[in-house]
């Protein structure tokens, strides 16, 4: 079993960056793709982004195209989301996945962790 564990969230005010981390522990950190998530209030979970298990393939929503960057580190088991520009639609939990596949859909990743809160004031 994969145990993930999210850190990096807070408050910041729009156009300001932050970067969220999480450590994988329990099996093989290359054996799986990683993504993230996220929750609003009120609104569905969206698929962020996501990367391959070397990190030769990345996917990203459109809403945070061009802003938000995933990469890897298999030598500390870790994955990161580096957000720049926030705005305040990009408040919300986030949420780091894992997913023993080779194809970054959503409902691959059936791994998830605690979540961090972002929140992005204007």
């Known amino acids: 079993q994969v145990q993930l564990v999210e850190s990096g969230g807070g408050l910041v005010q729009a156009g300001a960056s932050l970067r969220l981390s999480c450590v994988v522990s329990g099996r093989t950190f290359s054996d799986y793709a990683m993504a993230w998530f996220r929750q609003a209030p009120g609104k569905e979970q969206e698929f962020v982004t996501a990367i391959t298990r070397f990190g030769r393939t990345t996917y990203y929503a459109d809403s945070v195209k061009g802003r938000f960057t995933i990469s890897r580190d298999n030598t500390r088991n870790t994955v990161y989301l580096q957000m720049n520009s926030l705005k305040p639609e990009d408040t919300a939990v986030y949420y780091c996945?894992?997913?023993?596949?080779?194809?970054?859909?959503?409902?691959?990743?059936?791994?998830r962790g605690q979540g961090t809160q972002v929140t992005v004031s204007s």
């Open positions: 996945a894992a997913g023993d596949t080779s194809f970054l859909r959503p409902e691959k990743f059936g791994s």
